[in-house]
């Protein structure tokens, strides 16, 4: 790639860093939603915790500062779905929608990992919203 070329997709990318907000996130949460092959709980149970994260960001008023991915599979496959959140590295299991609002008002606002559904990462510590 020529210079000029890095250039341009540099300053491509970065129009969308910032267009999209990139620069303001505080999370990044990967749920296990809608696979294709569904292993670690049904479809219907997934896409349910998947909606419910979409719609209780967005009543929140988080979107903004945490962002949310559909993973097709995280590669733990049992007892899910499962969800990771980032920068925390905290993975936990059985995300029904009860479980969201848990991790939604303990984790994610409260700053306190949901010992109860963790299941890797460190749960001792994790940050408070910094906006809370
Ligand atoms: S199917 Fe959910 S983690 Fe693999």
Redesign the pocket.
Known sequence: MNPSNIQNLQESLQARVTKLGIDQIHRHLFL?AD?T?????SKAI?IDSWNYLKSRLQELNLETQIFRTK????????H???LVVYPDRIWYHSVTIPVIERILQEHIIGGQVVQEFAFWGDTSTSKTLEIF
């Open positions: 296990c696979q092959k569904p292993i670690c709980c997934s993973a097709n599979c995280l590669r733990v496959c049992e899910g779905p499962i």
